[in-house]
């Protein structure tokens, strides 16, 4: 890593960052190590440029934890006992044993094993080698032997694979770009996770007359070396907005599940996340924001010209399409741990105090706020800011992401002076009558009435701007008209006397129809509806007549139900008396009285015939009321 610096950085809001290294190197390999949780963003970035040579290739260090690369291996050496943990597992295979003494006595054969006398392991244990050609096995005390010689091609590739292994950074994994020989000038990009860097701002305003103010804006940017390394001298980029970002799973190997291939699973974004932002106190050196601010309010030195004149911008502006980006102008050096500010704007602007009040923000009070206009030629990123008036601290606010030209609102502090009350009301009037496939269609008018009533305790006049969510759907009637109207939102201008009231009432319509049957009307509507001036005589003549041959309708269907119901007495009658004759004799006694029984149910009959005679007759004066409706209603049309 000290061979290939980091010479250019560009950070993103949403925890992301494009690393960029360049430097000479002479020979085969290049080495690099990232966070273990960076390697899949690694993986997916990773540029390589060599202007002197070529690439190879690159290989990157098993995703595996250090532990599980060493249970891979067939040598696993403790911290205490690793020679006695060496000669463990190289039992089977061959190595050669040099004896202490005995000028250099080597020994050859295959490892046996290794006896230990726990209470001393080391020098009291005794390896044994088998001599296959000798066809006999040689103890020896571990505490003659000087040296120990593998010559078993698998058990020095296994050993190099634990040391290696062991070694690891359970933290880092590493990259090793392969060249061809020589020197190499290269450059190597990639894009990793990164804290997102922040902005605060500062808002220096003084009166210029009639509510206008001479304002400047000071942002600045703040942002962190998290990297395992020193920089020195790096070209910074700090980029506003929200760049499409995902992490795909390419470092760790898979083995998915047929049918479902996990790894062609298509990525979702990552939503953009924001830190709290606060003001740092090493913008100005000294222990405390607040002390800071308490000091320049209590110094007649705090000015727009002096802090214009003592602190320049060291950035320039790029627009990038949906991005926008601070380039610092300046090389930047950020020890390891450490965090830097720059100065990226500083703009003079021309801003209006003003009170605003907006029931969704605040209630009871309206807030103050400064608005300007962004002429900075910058996209101002969100965070912090703080406002000083005429050299006092005035308040705090968060400025909102804001592109060049756009309108601003600093509210910066609630005004307690002036007091607004809200009340509102609904009611509804009758706007027309129409007439649709026998049905009445009503129109009517929704009122939305909202009024407020502002009080000042204030010395002087004041002027309050009220921002009124309208309703969708609607249109402001008995209203004077609004200074502005957006995104929903009308505003206007409220002037209010010292130490005395205001009001404003924002009254708002919306025609809403309703179908309503004729028949289901009374006379009194129909007066209601003459005098309000809905219906005109002649149609309300109309209507009435239309009306009255609806109730002799009515009056006809009730003639028909109780017809209907002396009809079933009869019918109920006629069964019993049926009944009763059904037993009877036909001589005698018996057969007078089922003389009498016949005759009555011929009555009955005769009685039937003339309820059905009267229900038809009820029914054509139905259908002969219903086509003199069907008439009148045809003429009203």
């Given amino acids: 890593m000290i061979n290939l610096p980091v010479k250019r950085m560009v950070l993103y809001k949403h925890g992301i960052g494009y690393f960029e290294r360049r430097g000479t190197l002479n020979g085969e390999t290049l080495t690099l190590s990232f966070p273990l949780e960076a390697m899949d963003d690694v993986l997916k970035s990773l540029i390589v440029i060599d202007r002197s040579g070529q690439v190879r290739n690159i290989d990157v260090a098993t995703p595996e934890d250090r532990t599980a690369l060493i249970a891979r291996g067939s ?9 006695l943990d060496l000669l463990r597992d190289l039992r089977g295979r061959t190595a050669r044993f040099t004896l202490a003494g005995k000028q250099g006595e080597t020994i050859s054969g295959l490892v046996i094993g290794v006896d230990v006398e726990d209470e001393e392991p080391l020098r009291r244990a005794i390896v044994s ?15 003659d032997v000087a040296r120990v010689e593998l010559l078993d091609d698998a058990a020095h590739n296994d050993l190099a694979f634990f040391l290696r292994a062991a070694q690891n950074d359970e933290r880092n994994r590493t990259a090793t770009i392969h060249l061809t020989p020589g020197e190499h000038d290269l450059l190597v990009g990639y894009v990793a996770p990164a804290s997102a860097w922040r902005v605060s701002y500062r808002l220096i305003c003084e009166d210029d007359g009639d509510g206008a103010a001479r304002c400047l804006l000071q942002g600045w940017g703040l942002f962190d070396n998290q990297l395992e390394e020193d920089l020195v001298d790096v070209e910074v980029t700090l980029v506003a907005g929200q760049p499409v970002s995902f992490r795909y799973r390419l470092y760790e190997p898979q083995t998915p599940e047929r049918p479902v291939i996990d790894d062609v699973q298509r990525p979702q974004p990552k939503k953009a996340f924001m830190r709290p932002l606060a003001l740092r106190k090493e913008v100005f050196g000294l222990d405390s924001d607040i002390h800071f601010l308490r000091k320049e309010a209590e110094s007649p030195e705090v000015s727009i010209k002096t802090i ?25 050096s950020v020890g390891r741990g450490k965090s830097a500010m720059a100065p990226i704007i500083g703009a003079a602007l021309a801003g209006r105090r003003k009170l605003v009040y907006n029931h969704s923000r605040r209630e009871r009070h309206p807030l103050a706020a400064i608005r300007l206009t962004n002429e900075t030629g910058l996209t101002l990123e969100q965070g912090p800011v ?72 204030l010395a002087e006049p004041c002027t309050v701007i009220v921002e009124h969510p309208r309703a969708e759907n609607t249109e402001l009637v008995d209203t004077p008209p609004p200074l502005s109207e957006e995104d929903q939102l009308a505003r206007w201008a409220v002037a209010v006397p010292a130490f005395a009231n205001a009001e404003l009432v924002v009254c708002e319509r919306q025609l809403l129809s309703r179908y309503e049957q004729i028949s289901s009307l009374t006379g009194e509507q129909l007066q209601q509806w003459l005098r309000d001036k809905v219906l005109d005589a002649g149609t ?41 004759i059904a037993p009877l004799r036909s001589d005698g006694d018996e057969g007078a009285l089922r003389q009498r029984y016949v005759a009555t149910l011929a009555q009955l009959e005769d009685q039937v015939e003339q309820i059905d005679t009267a229900i038809a007759e009820q029914h054509a004066l139905i259908q002969k009321y219903k086509d003199q ?9």
Wanted: charged letters at 25%.
């Fill in 540 to 580: 309300f003549q109309q209507l009435s007549g239309v009306l009255n041959l609806f109730r002799q309708i009515s009056a006809a269907e009730q003639t028909i139900a109780e017809r209907e119901r002396e009809r079933q007495r009869i019918f109920e009658r006629q069964q019993r008396l049926q009944q009763q």
């Fill in 629 to 637: 409706i069907e008439r009148r209603l045809r003429r009203l049309k």
């Fill in 75 to 83: 040598i696993h050496l403790s911290h205490e006992r690793s020679l």
């Fill in 129 to 143: 080698l088998y001599l296959s050609d000798e066809r006999a096995v040689r103890p020896i005390p571990l505490d």
């Fill in 308 to 332: 214009d004149a003592s602190i320049s911008p060291v950035a320039e502006g790029e627009d990038r399409g949906a991005l926008f980006a601070y380039r610092v102008t300046q090389p930047v």
């Fill in 386 to 457: 703080t406002v000083l008036i005429n050299g006092e601290y005035a308040g705090e606010s968060v400025l909102p992401f804001t592109r060049a030209g756009a309108a601003i609102n600093v509210f910066h502090a609630v005004e307690l002076g002036v007091t607004v009350a809200e009340t509102t009301a609904t009611t509804r009037a009758l706007h027309s009558i129409r007439l649709h496939d026998g049905d009445l269609i009503v129109d009517e008018y929704l009122l939305l009435s909202h009024h407020y009533v502002i009080t000042s305790t």
